[in-house]
């Protein structure tokens, strides 16, 4: 079955400073997701990419999909305490049947210091 | 617009007690799921319905069962807790399998003693 490791596990960054977060697959990856969670909250989504060497931004955070599909890197510039919180990659099983199952890896924990 | 609602927030159980987790959403999506969440494990898929009528096995699903009531509602039960049943239970849905995020709920805390 396909894994999503998550790289670091915890991240600490003091404001201002910029920081990667990175999801590898262990196979062929058929769209990845990015989500964040709050400490007892559900999970917000920020992003989706589909084809290989995609990228996509949303105010100070940048997501892309390598050419080979199978790792995306989530990078967050000049960050701020609101950044804070646990980030999870999710992806398909496979773009057959399998796409109905939604993987996820085990989330990054990002602590910004002010 | 409500999206996804799960009840209850927070659940203490005793062990061998039977409980049902709801979940509903009003986006008229065809897919659900269920999740829970634990320390160090990430979120991990017990049951899903890709459509209403039909539902499938995740990763995680002993000890657990689902009904897909209708479009709307999709129901987590377990029949006798276990504390290894402890953690927090996430549902979800979506439009299409394919190109369409996942909205979650708030999540169930639940706790087996």
């Known amino acids: 079955s396909q894994e999503l490791e998550q790289s670091p596990q915890s991240l600490i960054v003091q404001e201002g400073k910029n920081l990667t977060i990175n999801c590898t697959s262990s196979k062929t990856l058929y769209g990845l997701y990015w989500y964040k969670q709050k400490y007892g909250e559900g999970l917000i989504f920020l992003m989706m990419?589909?084809?290989?060497?995609e990228e996509k931004s949303h105010e100070k955070i940048t997501a892309k999909l390598d050419e080979k599909k199978q790792q995306s890197s989530l990078h967050i510039t000049a960050s701020q305490p609101s950044h804070a919180g646990i980030y999870l990659c999710g992806a398909p099983l496979s773009s057959g049947a399998g796409s109905y199952q939604l993987t996820f890896g085990k989330g990054t924990k990002l602590s910004v210091i002010p | 617009n409500a999206g996804v609602t799960q009840t209850p927030k927070f659940q203490v159980l005793k062990t061998g007690q039977s409980m049902t987790l709801q979940c509903a959403q009003d986006m008229n999506h065809n897919s659900m799921y269920w999740y829970r969440q634990d320390p160090g494990m990430g979120l991990r898929l017990i049951y899903y319905?890709?459509?209403?009528?039909?539902?499938d096995k995740g990763e995680v699903p002993n000890g657990y069962n689902v009904s897909r009531l209708n479009k709307r509602e999709f129901s987590l039960r377990l029949e006798s807790a276990a504390p290894s049943q402890t953690s927090v239970y996430f549902c979800?849905?979506?439009?299409?399998?394919?190109?369409?995020?996942?909205?979650f709920g708030s999540g169930t805390q639940l706790s087996v003693l």
């Open positions: 979800a849905s979506r439009a299409r399998p394919l190109n369409e995020k996942l909205f």
């Open positions: 990419l589909q084809k290989g060497g």
């Open positions: 319905s890709a459509s209403e009528g039909t539902t």
